[in-house]
């Protein structure tokens, strides 16, 4: 069975690279009737906390990414620390006791001459009993493991043949102490014990997996197989950074992108499908998945195409789903009615600029008078334009104050070829703006006597 896991560290946000790893994850796995497993790596106690954690997994659940199983790294200290101590009995890794100072000397060193700055090994000749004797005085110490001089050569699912010499990186550190794994070990003894089949992960962890194939023949684990996703680059194909773009999930959860636009868009981050489709729900992307069309180079993250899908999206919501999901974006005492939502939906790209528009029904913004013109016509025709309105609309019962019904009183009082005469000055009339919904959908939600009052004010204006 396919068995594959998504590791986070919780020292940060769910970043949009982070979710399409494990999306590309879940999906490999939901599509081979596999489990996915989350896996919280938070063996750096100093940098993880609860808080990134709790991001970590809401937003997963947000995005609707469901596992199967959950594990936290900080919870199975004990399981690595017999790993390690077996790989010093071994003679497979040991203690080091050398000085940052001293190392840096040596890094420099090396440098200087042209060669790749890599541990001497200096700590491998050291006696046990030095050993012992050092760490019975609390020297201060990590653990290294004994890298095998040769070419490490393994088959990424989607780059092919990678080879690595292994002899260019030296020793590596494994652990602090017994009680302190780090990232390559810890790892490497979870994807075995929990039988992850594939490792799917982002191209900048390409160079820790020789380290770990190696690590897993020490332990004599079989290693999984290995897949690497390009990387997301901005639209100057630069990669995509904190400093150039919003790149925690939750900005876009909170700028009022649609989990399915957003699920939509990152599986279009390397992958594509076998038609050329622009829109797919989880389920038509799950059935197509395959590993074996994500493509090698760099995805580019293109926030226009972003918002072109989130605006589908959006206007694919019937108006009670809108107004539900947008209670978050509205100001404190505003409520979006089931009439409002269906007058915006086809104007917004994301859900927090539904204030921006709905503003207009809780308060009349003040305006020029010239923005009631249509074209070049002259104020008196305006407010000719609005009284013959007035009077038409003041005969309207309340309860026949729908888009339809409006529509079809109103329309015979526009002239002929030119119904911007009449509907122009009337919306801005209604909405003391340029760009807002159509005139009989704002009357329809502002109701017969608030649209009466805010015609007579602009027919006063107007005079």
Not at 271 to 290: A, C, G, N, V, Y
Not at 318 to 345: C, D, H, N
Not at 364 to 381: I, V
């Amino acid at each position: 069975m396919v068995r594959v896991r998504f590791a986070p560290s919780p020292t940060g946000s769910l970043h949009i690279g982070g979710a399409r790893t494990a999306l590309f994850n879940w999906l490999h796995a939901k599509s081979q009737g596999g489990h996915f497993i989350l896996r919280i790596e938070d063996t750096d106690r100093e940098r993880s906390t609860p808080e990134s954690e709790a991001d970590i997994l809401e937003g997963l659940s947000w995005l609707g990414i469901t596992w199967d199983e959950f594990y936290r790294q900080s919870d199975r200290i004990g399981i690595y620390r017999e790993y390690l101590k077996k790989l010093i009995d071994d003679d497979k890794a040991y203690y080091c006791f050398c000085s940052k100072e001293d190392l840096e000397a040596e890094r420099q060193a090396l440098v200087a001459q042209g060669f790749p700055p890599k541990y001497s090994g200096r700590c491998r000749a050291l006696s046990k009993e030095e050993v012992v004797k050092r760490l019975n005085e609390n020297k201060e110490h990590v653990i290294r493991f004994k890298v095998p001089e040769r070419e490490v050569v393994f088959k990424d699912l989607i780059r092919g043949q990678v080879k690595f010499d292994a002899s260019l990186s030296g020793d590596v550190i494994i652990a602090k102490n017994l009680d302190q794994p780090l990232y390559n070990f810890a790892v490497t003894v979870d994807d075995f014990l929990m039988g992850i089949t594939h490792v799917i992960r982002g191209e900048e962890h390409l160079s820790n997996t020789p380290k770990q194939i190696l690590l897993a023949e020490a332990m004599g684990m079989n290693a999984p197989q290995f897949a690497h996703l390009p990387l997301i680059l901005n639209t100057d194909r630069s990669k995509m950074s904190k400093r150039m773009s919003d790149v925690a999930l939750h900005d876009y959860r909170n700028k009022g992108y649609l989990p399915q636009a957003i699920v939509n868009f990152i599986s279009f981050l390397g992958w594509h499908p076998r038609e050329d489709k622009d829109m797919m729900s989880l389920d038509q992307i799950t059935s197509e998945f395959e590993l074996n069309r994500v493509q090698k180079g760099g995805a580019i993250f293109n926030v226009d195409k972003l918002d072109w899908l989130n605006a589908h999206y959006i206007n694919s919501l019937t108006p009670e789903e809108l107004a539900g999901m947008a209670k978050p974006f509205m100001p404190e005492g505003y409520e979006l009615t089931i009439a409002m939502a269906a007058s915006v939906k086809g104007r917004i790209k994301t859900l927090a600029e539904i204030q921006g528009i709905v503003d207009l029904f809780f308060k009349l913004p003040a305006y020029d008078t010239e923005l009631l013109k249509w074209k070049d016509m002259p104020l008196s025709q305006v407010t000719s334009n609005l009284e013959s309105a007035l009077t038409v609309l003041n005969k309207i019962g309340e309860s026949d104050y729908n888009q339809a019904n409006l529509e079809k009183v109103l329309s015979p009082l526009a002239p002929e070829g030119n119904r911007g005469e009449l509907f122009w000055p009337l919306r801005v009339a209604l909405s003391g703006s340029k760009a807002s919904p159509g005139p009989f959908e704002i009357m329809e939600v502002l109701g017969k006597q608030e649209s009466l009052s805010r015609i007579e004010k602009a027919i006063t204006k107007a005079r």
